[in-house]
């Protein structure tokens, strides 16, 4: 019996491998297929192969198998066996894209879409539908996580025509999230093929500014393109947005402070508000009424409810003051949805009718944890100002960072400049390198000539700092031997000052930004900096705040039934989290030369 099991398995492998080898027209070659042997009788029959070409075959076919059986560790120890030049086209093209979906289990986009850059790719388009599939898909994958999300788009759509069924609805859902994630000045395209339409279809709904305002946007676009493929079957996306309901919003109560040590930071938010609620009445978009109340006159939250219901008040953006916020948060319930400007302690979530929005630097933390992790670091340091406000961009730097799965190997709390020097030098254990070259100087007796060196398994450092301390931070690290390590930064070194000079010193620090200060050419930012030159500077951010309030205020139902959905803000790129908290993802840039140079997005 075992022997007429061996007899089996043995004709199975030649089986295989005549599969393999057959063919000898075509110049393509046959690619593996998923064989009936296992990984260890196929590398056997490898190596008893009467040639190479044989061989680089019947391992190929087992670093597939171990893939497909949730090994890649063997399957990509198998293929660094297989000699790819002794493949045929074909299967260079299995081996070339089984390498991309290892290297992408690995998150290493730009090691897969090396590989993908193999000549014999040219030959894709003349294997099965099958293999196509694949290839494009890892293809896609890679281009999105490499930051590329244009050129990921252009893939999915192309490889749509030849998908089916669930496969081409979750291909569409996947093209319009990628859409969603595209900077405005990307989605301008006048092209009519199927890309073009996807694009044209981003248009209209973002420029729509009400729920219903959107659903009349899908609407008319589908009519418009009725062979395209999101009108033929609409991304689930959009499929919920079409049918949601909601009261049309007649209008809003602007809760703000115009006394007392927040009046300032409200009169900016108050006119980013007013701006963007002029430039909807200029659209013809017949936006809600606004009334103003004076939170600094309040006596009473409840009294100002009141007087808000009886004045036919829908829903309240603000207050803007942290204990009122507080207050509100602790409450069962609110007689008025209520979008606050600030956001309370961590806790309870509140009343179901509070959302929390503000300027946080939780935020920009877990924005750099993000960014650093989809540029593949994996181990950090960390550099943040002493006292309760580092202490929380820290915490939440650091929690965001571990849960990714990242390593936080120490963190340093900034105070005295003097102490500087010292504190790089702890980060990155210099004196260690210097501890070093002492003993082996005591040992062998004579001088060593040797340069200080810094530890090498620090990825990039997390730095939330000032202006100030930044531009001291950053030529200490030079100083101490560490000035090779990548700094990803929050937006608080960034002014949008034209002292270029002073920007000299942060050269290769990358840096999270509201949109509001990396895009000059946005309409509204124009407009309202020429009313309010201050709008240009640091205090743009709560421009870009108070427009953003007033586009979220309408959305606030959607946001909250499909978390997955975002608006584009000038704040950056907004969604709300389980809490009815708004969360902002940012765009990047980069010092160059005292300047600031805009770095492609990622995915989200």
């Known amino acids: 019996m075992i022997a007429c099991l061996r007899l089996f398995s043995a004709l199975c492998l030649a089986a295989l491998l005549a599969a393999c080898a057959s063919s000898p027209s075509s110049s393509l070659g046959e690619l593996p297929r998923t064989p009936d042997a296992s990984i260890e009788q196929l590398l056997d029959q490898a190596a008893a192969a009467k040639t190479p070409e044989q061989a680089s075959l019947l391992r190929l076919s087992a670093a597939d198998l171990a ?178 309901t909601s009261e049309p919003l007649t209008k809003i109560a602007l809760l703000l402070p115009q006394e007392g040590p927040l009046a300032a930071v409200a009169k900016a938010l108050r006119e980013g508000f007013m701006a963007a609620h002029y430039q909807a009445q200029q659209a013809g978009q017949n936006p809600p009424a606004i009334q103003v109340f004076d939170s600094s006159r309040l006596t009473s939250m409840d009294e100002f409810y009141r007087e808000a219901q009886a004045a036919g008040v829908q829903l309240v953006v603000g207050p803007l003051e942290k204990p009122l916020v507080k207050q509100l948060s602790t409450r069962p319930q609110l007689p008025i949805t209520t979008l606050a400007l600030n956001y309370s302690d961590a806790g309870p979530e509140g009343p179901q009718q509070l959302f929390q929005f503000g300027l946080s630097a939780e935020d920009e933390a877990r924005e750099v944890a993000r960014r650093a992790w989809a540029d593949g670091k994996r181990s950090a340091v960390a550099m943040v100002p002493k006292g309760e406000w580092g202490d929380r961009v820290l915490d939440a730097f650091r929690q965001s960072w571990q849960a990714k799965g990242g390593t936080l190997i120490a963190a340093e709390h900034v105070d005295q400049p003097v102490a500087l020097a010292q504190q790089v030098a702890d980060l990155f254990q210099l004196r260690n390198s210097e501890g070093r070259a002492q003993r082996l100087q005591s040992t062998v007796g004579t001088q060593v000539a040797a340069q200080p060196t810094r530890r090498q398994d ?144 990622t995915a989200q």
Request: charge should be neutral.
């Open 67 to 244: 893939n497909r059986q949730n090994n890649p560790g063997r399957a990509a120890q198998i293929l660094t066996q297989v000699q790819i030049e002794l493949l045929k086209p074909g299967q260079q093209v299995f081996a070339a894209t089984l390498d991309a979906e290892l290297a992408m289990g690995r998150n290493q986009p730009k090691a897969a879409l090396t590989a993908l850059s193999h000549p014999s790719l040219q030959r894709l388009s003349e294997l099965s539908v099958e293999q196509q599939i694949r290839t494009h898909t890892v293809r896609a994958r890679a281009l999105e996580a490499d930051g590329q999300i244009l050129p990921a788009i252009s893939e999915r759509v192309f490889v749509g025509p030849l998908l089916q069924g669930n496969d081409l609805s979750a291909n569409n859902d996947a093209i319009w999230k990628l859409v969603g994630a595209l900077p405005p000045e990307q989605l301008q395209s006048n092209a009519t093929d199927d890309l073009g339409g996807w694009l044209s279809l981003a248009r209209s709904i973002k420029g729509a500014g009400t729920l219903e305002q959107q659903q009349a946007a899908i609407d008319t676009w589908k009519a418009q393109n009725p062979k395209h493929p999101a009108a033929i079957q609409l991304p689930a996306t959009l499929a919920q947005l079409r049918a949601l």
């Open 458 to 601: 620090i990825d990039f450092m997390f730095l939330a700092a000032t202006p100030q301390q930044a531009q001291q931070i950053k030529p200490t690290m030079v100083f101490q031997y560490a000035g090779d390590v990548p700094v990803y930064a929050t937006s608080h070194l960034f002014t949008n000052s034209n002292d270029h000079a002073q920007y000299m010193d942060l050269n290769g620090v990358r840096f999270c930004e509201t949109p509001w200060l990396l895009n000059a050419n946005d309409p509204l930012r124009q407009q309202v900096v020429t009313q309010w030159p201050q709008a240009s500077g640091s205090l743009g951010r709560l421009y870009a705040m108070g427009v953003d309030a007033y586009r979220l205020a309408p959305r606030l139902g959607q946001l909250k039934t499909m978390p997955e959905s975002r608006i584009d803000g000038l704040s950056g790129s907004l969604s709300i989290n389980p809490a009815r908290r708004v969360e902002r993802q940012l765009p990047w840039a980069e010092f160059v030369d005292g300047k600031i140079q805009r770095l492609p997005d």
